[in-house]
């Protein structure tokens, strides 16, 4: 339990800043995107010595629409503490009872009312007393928390100070959308496109150009300026 926790909103997104139509991803299945999506979010920086008492992970912080849009079969993200915002908590949590998600082998799921309370239980997580309750297995340290969408989520998440850095995959091509990331980074004077050598630090990847299906895109950080 130290510092408060920062967010990082991850996305990829069309050239109009598209990321979303139907409730599903733009674009056909882009596989090595979806690789990098995983690894990100997943990778805790440092934890690759044993030197460790108590499991470290990263925590997503979704919108119910985008865990709706997420594979049965990859729900919970593995790995991940995984955290749905709903207006309907209740209903929510009554659902993954019937469905019998957040159970054994996976990440483990958490309900929250906004993207605020979500964090808050995220710092449960990291409170000095969260490692030695009776429960400490099912609550590893949270390092990294990314935001993973939708629309709505990513601009409460982009009013919240404790919002320090996106992770954008710019798609290189138009694909016909209905939802879109409301902030044009590279013309905002809040934020500053980061080196690729930061990129690669930060991310642990190492950072290129990128083309699959004659799609090409590029891995972007950006940071908020002070
Ligand atoms: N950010 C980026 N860069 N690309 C994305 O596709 C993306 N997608 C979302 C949020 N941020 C993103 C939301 N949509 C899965 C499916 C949809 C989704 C996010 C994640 C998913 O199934 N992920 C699995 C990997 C599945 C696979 O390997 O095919 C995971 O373990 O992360």
């Given at each position: 339990g130290?510092?408060?926790l920062a967010l990082t909103l991850i996305l990829a997104a069309t050239p109009s800043?598209?990321?979303g139509r139907a409730g599903a991803?733009?674009?056909?299945?882009?596989?090595?995107?979806?690789?990098?999506?995983r690894r990100v979010t997943s990778r805790v920086p440092?934890?690759?010595?044993a030197s460790r008492g108590n499991q470290r992970c990263n925590a997503v912080v979704m919108g119910r629409k985008t865990w709706d849009s997420i594979p049965?079969?990859?729900?919970?993200?593995?790995?991940?503490?995984?955290v749905v915002v709903t207006r309907?908590?209740?209903?929510?949590?009554?659902?993954?009872?019937?469905e019998g998600s957040g159970k054994e082998g996976h990440g483990k799921v958490e309900v929250a009312g906004s993207v605020g309370e979500a964090l808050e239980v995220l710092r449960a997580y990291n409170a000095p007393s969260a490692s030695s309750a009776p429960d400490a297995e099912d609550r590893p340290e949270i390092e990294r928390v990314f935001v993973i969408g939708g629309a709505t989520i990513y601009d409460a998440a982009m009013e919240l100070a404790q919002t320090e850095r996106v992770l954008l995959t710019k798609i290189e091509e138009e694909y016909e959308c209905d939802t879109f990331f409301s902030v044009d980074?590279?013309?905002?004077?809040?934020?500053?496109?980061?080196?690729?050598?930061e990129v690669e630090e930060w991310t642990g990847e190492k950072i290129e150009s990128v083309e699959?299906?004659?799609?090409?895109?590029?891995f972007e950080m950006y940071e908020r300026v002070e």
């Open positions: 130290k510092q408060p800043l598209g990321i991803l733009p674009w056909p299945q882009l596989r090595k995107e979806m690789a990098y999506f440092g934890s690759a010595s049965p079969r990859f729900r919970p993200l593995e790995g991940r503490v995984n309907s908590p209740g209903e929510f949590t009554a659902r993954l009872e019937e980074l590279a013309e905002d004077q809040g934020w500053r496109k980061c080196e690729k050598g699959e299906k004659g799609v090409r895109f590029e």
